[in-house]
């Protein structure tokens, strides 16, 4: 009984096995033909009874294709619509690869390694600026920086104004792969920022705290500039930290 239980554990692990390695295949052929521009971005791909004929496969086995297209960049699998081909772009790897954090180390976590990626990028960023920005990239930050005095008070005008100044700095780099990142980390972060109390205090703050950013950046001190980015980057991650739970000690038992 043991044996024939083995068995069938070894022929359905194979069977999985096999159907697994049909659908890179298929994945594989439509793939090429997209590179190659045979399939158009944007063109419906063959319905599924189609696949199914051409690669003489099962529905299962072509669904399963055109997820492993997906997870590449490869096809737009939409609720509404038809599945057309995609073409991948940096975002949206790092997008994909984003959701896969989340889901292994949760999402607390892996906000404090976002966090943590944004500060690397952001501190190194604003060294370079200081040593070497034009002076069309000055202008730039100065009127990213005008934009958020401009948007104090208003929530969410002051967070695309704040994710536009931080981003006028890491542009200077001009890495689109930097620069892609940084968005992603950001947008995120800013749409997960619950209003504070006193908004309009807390928006003068940040506003100094970028005024003496870019101070450091036109006066080409790169450790002062690179000190108050960091000090600027924690101070705005420990003040979303949430908040341990306390205990009502009057309650307690004795």
């Given at each position: 009984?043991?044996?024939?239980?083995?068995?069938?554990?070894?022929?359905?692990?194979?069977?999985?096995?096999?159907?697994?390695?049909?659908?890179?295949?298929?994945?594989?052929?439509?793939?090429?033909?997209?590179?190659?521009?045979?399939?158009?971005?944007?063109?419906?791909?063959?319905?599924?009874?189609?696949?199914?004929?051409?690669?003489?496969?099962?529905?299962?086995?072509?669904?399963?294709a055109l997820v492993l297209m997906q997870q590449r960049g490869y096809a737009n699998l939409s609720t509404t619509r038809r599945?057309?081909?995609?073409?991948?772009?940096?975002?949206?790897?790092?997008?994909?690869?984003?959701?896969?954090?989340?889901?292994?180390?949760?999402?607390?976590?892996?906000?404090?390694?976002?966090?943590?990626?944004?500060?690397?990028?952001?501190?190194?960023?604003?060294?370079?600026?200081?040593?070497?920005?034009?002076?069309?990239?000055?202008?730039?930050?100065?009127?990213?920086?005008?934009?958020?005095?401009?948007?104090?008070?208003?929530?969410?005008?002051?967070?695309?104004?704040?994710?536009?100044?931080?981003?006028?700095?890491?542009?200077?780099?001009?890495?689109?792969?930097?620069?892609?990142?940084?968005?992603?980390?950001?947008?995120?972060?800013?749409?997960?920022?619950?209003?504070?109390?006193?908004?309009?205090?807390?928006?003068?703050?940040?506003?100094?705290?970028?005024?003496?950013?870019?101070?450091?950046?036109?006066?080409?001190?790169?450790?002062?500039?690179?000190?108050?980015?960091?000090?600027?980057?924690?101070?705005?991650?420990?003040?979303?930290?949430?908040?341990?739970k306390k205990l009502d000690l009057g309650q307690m038992p004795d």
């Open positions: 009984m043991l044996e024939d239980m083995t068995t069938f554990g070894s022929l359905n692990s194979a069977n999985v096995q096999g159907k697994s390695r049909a659908a890179h295949a298929v994945a594989n052929a439509l793939v090429s033909e997209i590179k190659a521009g045979r399939i158009a971005v944007g063109e419906v791909l063959p319905s599924e009874r189609d696949l199914c004929e051409r690669f003489d496969s099962s529905r299962p086995t072509v669904r399963e599945p057309r081909a995609e073409k991948p772009s940096i975002e949206k790897i790092f997008l994909n690869a984003a959701g896969h954090i989340r889901d292994l180390v949760g999402d607390a976590e892996s906000g404090a390694y976002l966090e943590q990626i944004r500060q690397f990028i952001e501190v190194g960023a604003v060294r370079s600026v200081a040593q070497s920005a034009s002076a069309i990239k000055l202008a730039q930050i100065h009127g990213a920086l005008n934009a958020c005095y401009e948007a104090i008070g208003e929530l969410e005008r002051f967070k695309e104004a704040d994710q536009a100044f931080h981003r006028s700095i890491v542009s200077v780099v001009e890495n689109p792969i930097i620069l892609t990142l940084h968005d992603m980390f950001v947008r995120t972060m800013l749409q997960q920022r619950a209003p504070m109390e006193d908004q309009r205090r807390h928006d003068m703050m940040v506003y100094e705290e970028h005024r003496q950013i870019y101070e450091a950046i036109v006066n080409g001190d790169a450790e002062q500039a690179v000190a108050i980015m960091d000090a600027h980057l924690a101070r705005s991650y420990r003040a979303r930290v949430p908040q341990p």
